[in-house]
């Protein structure tokens, strides 16, 4: 009885999100039109940017908590990082193409919903935290490494840094902005997680993934490290259960679609980005239910 309310359980969480996407998949199946690029930058310049800042003003953690769900995310993804870029390196594979996806998973489009579902507002506020530490490496050492070098100077135009950064301020301050202008934002940031997911859905069906043989088995290394050193990380920060498990959730997720668009964009190999975004979303449909099952 218990394993069947466990599933039921989980079932209750992951469902709305992968819905969502599925209904991405279908809108797209169906012949309608779905601008993405529009769609992306809707969210990641406005929306996402109003719930990062909205969530970090109203968080209700206690500091000494919050600082060390920071730190043991910032070493998290270090730890990751090191361990593929070495891997990466002993098998010769191209760093600019594999360790980004690789390292950054989808902690936005996926994780925060997944968060929230699982573990409601609290869960959600550390979902945030963990989602900001993972932004700003991704736009800084992420873009290094992608573009091949170039300067990470990038990473001051995007809104999502400042509004980590201004919501971070808010937040150790104690200060906030008049009651109209917060559930203006509030508001604003409210579309962004719907948004995201079936954005997910279109995107992936768009995707012309190569070398699926080479994104199966990363897929699968990926997970198990990316699910390992959280937990030992999180042990080593003594973190309480609620902020464990979203450590945990976050930084296994799988390989963000936003890391196929840097490629793109930088020159990096798209197309074996594309097969490591499908692949590793798809195994998530499995991954992620065991995962929320051993943290629940």
Do not use: H
């Not at 135009?157 to 919501?167: R, S, Y």
């Not at 198990?224 to 920060?237: H, R, S, Y």
């Amino acid at each position: 009885m218990l394993i069947i309310a466990t599933l039921l359980q989980v079932l209750e969480i992951v469902a709305p999100v992968f819905i969502l996407a599925a209904l991405g998949f279908v809108w797209v199946k169906a012949g309608w039109d779905y601008p993405v690029q529009f769609v992306t930058r809707l969210t990641m310049t406005i929306a996402i940017p109003c719930l990062i800042f909205v969530a970090l003003v109203r968080m209700e953690v206690d500091p000494i908590i919050l600082r060390n769900t920071a730190l043991a995310a910032f070493m998290s993804y270090g730890l990751v990082v090191m361990f593929f870029a070495g891997f990466l390196r002993l098998i010769k594979f191209d760093q600019q193409t594999f360790l980004p996806p690789l390292v950054f998973g989808n902690t936005g489009n996926l994780g925060l919903p997944l968060a929230f579902f699982a573990f409601g507002s609290v869960g959600f506020d550390f979902a945030v935290i963990i989602f900001a530490v993972m932004a700003l490496m991704s736009f800084t050492f992420g873009v290094w490494v992608v573009s091949g070098g170039k300067s990470p100077i990038v990473a001051i135009k995007e809104p999502l840094v400042w509004a980590t950064i201004l919501g971070s301020v808010f937040l150790f301050t104690g200060t906030s902005l008049p009651d109209w202008s917060m559930n203006t934002l509030e508001l604003i940031g409210q579309m962004g997680i719907p948004l995201m997911l079936v954005t997910l859905g279109v995107a992936i069906t768009r995707l012309r993934p190569t070398a699926l043989n080479r994104a199966v088995w990363l897929s699968l290394l990926k997970i198990l490290v990316c699910v390992a050193v959280p937990v030992g990380v999180g042990l080593i920060f003594d973190l309480p259960s609620l902020a464990f498990a979203v450590l945990v959730l976050q930084v296994a997720t799988p390989v963000a679609v936003s890391n196929f668009m840097l490629a793109e964009k930088y020159g990096a190999n798209s197309a074996e980005v594309a097969g490591l975004v499908v692949v590793s979303t798809v195994f998530s449909v499995f991954a992620i239910p065991l995962i929320l099952a051993f943290l629940i």
